[in-house]
Nanobody, 122 residues
Framework: VQLQACGGGLVQTGDSLRLSCAGS?????VGWFRQTPRKEREFVAA????????YYADSVKGRFTISRDNAKNTLYLQMNSLKPEDTAVYYC???????????????????WGQGTQVTVSS
């Protein structure tokens, strides 16, 4: 499984970006995490692929939207009203499978994309 994330860039506060992650279908759950040099990798959003149930970190709820395109086998993260604190490397990830789905835990995910940098200037 190869995940390829893209769509990051340098934007200003209040701008929008859409991240994409190709190759993310055929998994029970897929998600987005982000990481900065000062913090551990943190959960951003996740989706149960087949049913479309979504989950968000409190810090992004109402601003970010996770979605998927079955035909394109691609995961998206629409990020609106970006803030400087959203600056990070964003990773897409696909779960390892199993009976449970701890959607906000990095250990739940076996496959990771290479990361895409998002920088929000103030």
């Amino acid at each position: 499984v190869q995940l390829q994330a893209c769509g990051g860039g340098l934007v200003q506060t209040g701008d929008s970006l859409r991240l994409s992650c190709a190759g993310s279908g055929r998994h029970y759950g897929v998600g987005w995490f982000r990481q900065t040099p000062r913090k551990e990798r943190e959960f951003v959003a996740a989706i149960r692929w087949s049913v479309g149930q979504t989950y968000y970190a409190d810090s992004v709820k109402g601003r970010f939207t996770i979605s998927r395109d079955n035909a394109k086998n691609t995961l998206y993260l629409q990020m609106n009203s970006l803030k400087p604190e959203d600056t990070a490397v964003y990773y897409c990830a696909a779960d390892r499978g199993g009976d449970s789905y701890a959607y906000d835990q990095a250990y739940e995910y076996e496959y990771w994309g290479q990361g895409t940098q998002v920088t929000v200037s103030s």
